[in-house]
T-cell receptor
Framework: DSGVTQTPKHLITATGQRVTLRCSPR?????VYWYQQSLDQGLQFLIQ???????AKGNILERFSAQQFPDLHSELNLSSLELGDSALYFC????????????FGSGTQLSVL | AQRVTQPEKLLSVFKGAPVELKCNYS??????LFWYVQYSRQRLQLLLR??SRESIKGFTADLNKGETSFHLKKPFAQEEDSAMYYC???????????FGTGTRLKVLA
C-alpha cells in the first residue's frame, strides 16, 4: 500500500453538477499531483501543489480548481461538468525534495451522465 | 511541445522471449525519464528511472538522446511481467511529469 488515499472511489453525477475529489498524500509527503486519465489519452497532468502552494500547472480547465490544505490533503473541484469530464482522476504524492518517485492513489472514477 | 509517445497500445510476447517497450520523447533540454508500471488490481508504481541506471525485475532502459528514446527492455519475459507500462518525462527545472498513453504488455505462456 503506497499510502495515498483517494475518495470517493466512484462518483456518478449529471452534467452541470459540481463534485469534489479528495486526496490524502503519503505520510511525510509534501507534494500532491493530480492527473486525469480518459480513454486512450494516457495520464494528463492537471496541477501540482507543494506544501500548500501551487507549484506547476498543466492542462487544467478553468472549470476545475484545486487546493492543498494545511494538513496537506488536497481537493480537486470540478464544476459545470460535461460528459467529456468522465475519466479516472489520479492523485500522486512525493516528498517534493528532489526524490522524483511518485506514489499514486487508486483513483476516483468519475462518470458524468 | 513536450510529449511522450508510446507507439504500441498492446504488445504480446511469449514467455522467455525478449521484450522491448518503445518510448520516444519530444523535449529540447535534458530530460529525466521514468518507467511506471501498473499490475492488475494494483496502483501505478515506479519501475525505474534513467538517472539511477538500475535494473529492476530484469528490466533496463537506456536513454538515447540522439534518437530521443527511452525504450524498456527485458531479455526474457515472464508471465508476471504482464501489466500496463507508462513512460514519463520530467523536463529539467520543472515539477511536471508528462506521461505517455501506455503500452499493455501481455506475456503468453
Amino acid at each position: 500500500d503506497s499510502g495515498v488515499t483517494q475518495t470517493p472511489k466512484h462518483l456518478i453525477t449529471a452534467t452541470g453538477q459540481r463534485v469534489t475529489l479528495r486526496c490524502s498524500p503519503r505520510s511525510g509527503d509534501l507534494s500532491v499531483y493530480w492527473y486525469q486519465q480518459s480513454l486512450d489519452q494516457g495520464l494528463q497532468f492537471l496541477i501540482q501543489y507543494y506544501n500548500g502552494e501551487e507549484r506547476a500547472k498543466g492542462n487544467i480547465l478553468e472549470r476545475f480548481s484545486a487546493q492543498q490544505f494545511p494538513d496537506l490533503h488536497s481537493e480537486l473541484n470540478l464544476s459545470s461538468l460535461e460528459l467529456g469530464d468522465s475519466a479516472l482522476y489520479f492523485c500522486a504524492s512525493s516528498d517534493g525534495t528532489g526524490n522524483e518517485k511518485l506514489f499514486f492513489g487508486s483513483g476516483t472514477q468519475l462518470s458524468v451522465l | 511541445a513536450q510529449r511522450v509517445t508510446q507507439p504500441e497500445k498492446l504488445l504480446s510476447v511469449f514467455k522467455g522471449a525478449p521484450v522491448e517497450l518503445k518510448c520516444n520523447y519530444s523535449y529540447s533540454g535534458s530530460p529525466e525519464l521514468f518507467w511506471y508500471v501498473q499490475y492488475s488490481r494494483q496502483r501505478l508504481q515506479l519501475l525505474l528511472r534513467h538517472i539511477s541506471r538500475e535494473s529492476i525485475k530484469g528490466f533496463t532502459a537506456d536513454l538515447n538522446k540522439g534518437e530521443t528514446s527511452f525504450h524498456l527492455k527485458k531479455p526474457f519475459a515472464q508471465e508476471e511481467d504482464s501489466a500496463m507500462y507508462y513512460c514519463a518525462l520530467r523536463p529539467s527545472g520543472t515539477y511536471k511529469y508528462i506521461f505517455g498513453t501506455g503500452t499493455r504488455l501481455k506475456v503468453l505462456a
